[in-house]
């Protein structure tokens, strides 16, 4: 067991090094572009040149790749240009808005998705069957933003209702917290409970075909307790991979939501960090989502271990 989550730890280093180094030498590719963001038109030479000694431009990116790095490992993942504080203190109250969002997501998904998922196995090829797999197909097909902003547009206009632009975080006000985050979770986890439901009907179909389902069947069990007691059990372990890989798309996939219902987390922060032309924030955004997409799939491989020991070879 132990050894297991070793390796992973160990597999997950490299991935978070080449993925570090892209968004590092992304925003270097072009030196002359990050000059002009940052002076604007009519900038001198000696001027273009003291931002590219600020960024390390003219230094080899390898070089200055490894200093960053260093930097980043001690907890200084350098300041904001427009603010010129720390860009960890500045992400730092953010974070918890969107992994909240994305969590509120993942649990209305998972509500959502697997009933409907093993109802919809129950009742194989059936009306009822034919009907839920066309609303996942919805789910999947339709973009979610285009949504909340269909969603949007008509509580504006009929019932003359816009999201809350005043932020409320849970720990001050769980009620008005609630009210502003669960219509954004609710559109961002339908195409995530189209996908869920889509799983959990597939694997419950093919743990109901195995022989001791038809054993139980055949002692004349109730069709709940073979479902609830026998079948579901085995066919959840899979599906729980996908709740957990889905959960760490969520975390950077809310990006588009949180600037539609004015929500301030690390999304929206990103997006004015990109229309600012904020490197140092970019970098450090795109670090945190990606080192937390890592850790989640990290955690995922090793609740399925616990589940299911097979799994650990």
């Known amino acids: 067991m132990y050894q297991f989550i070793l390796r992973r730890l160990l597999l997950s280093i490299p991935t978070l090094l080449i993925v570090s180094f892209l968004i590092f030498g992304m925003i270097r590719l072009n030196p002359d572009s990050v000059v002009a963001a940052r002076l604007g038109e009519g900038y001198t030479p000696e001027q273009a040149e003291q931002v590219k000694d600020e960024y390390g431009l003219n230094n080899p990116m390898a070089t200055e790749y490894v200093k960053w790095l260093g930097r980043v490992v001690r907890g200084d993942w350098g300041e904001s240009a427009y603010t010129s504080k720390s860009v960890l203190s500045e992400m730092g109250p953010k974070i918890g808005v969107t992994f909240e969002l994305a969590f509120l997501a993942v649990v209305i998904a998972v509500c959502i998705g697997v009933p409907i998922g093993v109802y919809s196995a129950m009742r194989q090829d059936r009306w009822p069957d034919y009907v839920l797999r066309t609303f996942a197909i919805f789910g999947l097909s339709v973009p979610g933003f285009l949504i909340a902003t269909i969603v949007l547009a008509v509580l504006a206009k009929q019932f003359g209702w816009i999201p809350p632009i005043r932020y409320k975080s849970l720990v001050d006000s769980p009620i008005e ?98 229309a600012q032309k904020d490197f140092a924030v970019v970098q450090g955004v795109a670090l945190f989502f990606s080192i937390a997409v890592v850790t989640v799939n990290l955690l995922v491989d090793v609740s399925y271990t616990v589940l299911d020991p097979r799994a650990r070879g």
């Not at 069990?221 to 599906?239: G, T």
């Open 177 to 274: 917290n609630l009210q502003q985050l669960w219509m954004p979770a609710f559109i961002v986890s339908l195409a995530t409970s189209a996908q869920v439901m889509r799983f959990s009907r597939t694997m419950m179909l093919d743990v109901l075909r195995q022989d001791y389902i038809r054993t139980a069947w055949s002692k004349g069990l109730r069709e709940r307790v073979i479902i609830m007691e026998h079948a579901l059990k085995n066919a959840m372990l899979p599906v729980i991979t996908v709740i957990g890989l889905t959960m760490a798309t969520l975390i950077g996939g809310t990006v588009t939501f949180e600037q539609i219902f004015t929500i301030p987390g690390l999304g929206r922060h990103l997006i004015l960090a990109v």
